[in-house]
């Protein structure tokens, strides 16, 4: 990877995140929307924890993508709920609280060559947003890969 590739990806694929806003989930009834918190995730794996810049070199390259994934899921493939300390605006502060987080996983395959991981991401009763987009799963011969795994918050 070069690094002039990497910045003309990640340019236009931030020009057209800006331009997504929301997308209509037939599964959930609702619009996700495609907000800051889903765009710093595609850069990092958490706060102050960067991700490497092929991983995302890789994941703005497969984002466009996701709004197809997220407008034509009618099941979902992946489900985790769990209680995590999210930052919420309170009082003009931001504070972390005890809230419900649910994670949504939207799996596609698109073509020959492209199989994708849409992430959703619910916290409380506040509207759904983008969270995240994973590439290809990898398999060995004859072998059946778990596609639910690690930490999707980190995802």
């Known amino acids: 990877m070069i690094i002039a590739d990497f910045k003309k990806v990640k340019e236009s694929s931030e020009s057209l995140y800006s331009d997504i806003g929301e997308v209509w989930c037939p599964y959930l009834k609702e619009k996700v929307i495609f907000n800051a918190k889903g765009k710093e995730h595609l850069k990092f794996k958490s706060k ?10 890789v994941r703005f ?5 996701a709004p197809e994934v997220i407008k034509n899921s009618h099941t979902i493939q992946g489900f985790n709920s769990t209680k995590s300390f999210e930052v919420m605006r309170s009082n003009h502060l931001n504070e972390r609280f005890l809230v ?5 996983e939207f799996i596609a395959v698109l ?5 994708v991981r849409v992430i959703v991401k619910k916290i409380g009763s506040s509207q759904s947003f983008f969270w995240s987009i ?6 060995k011969d004859g072998e059946r890969k778990n596609i639910n795994y690690g930490n999707l918050e980190e995802a």
């Open 61 to 65: 390259k497969i984002l466009k993508y």
């Open 134 to 139: 994973i590439p290809f799963w990898k398999k």
């Open 111 to 115: 073509g020959e060559k492209v199989r």
């Open 48 to 57: 102050n924890k960067a991700r490497s810049l092929s991983d995302q070199y």
């Open 100 to 104: 419900d987080v649910i994670y949504f």
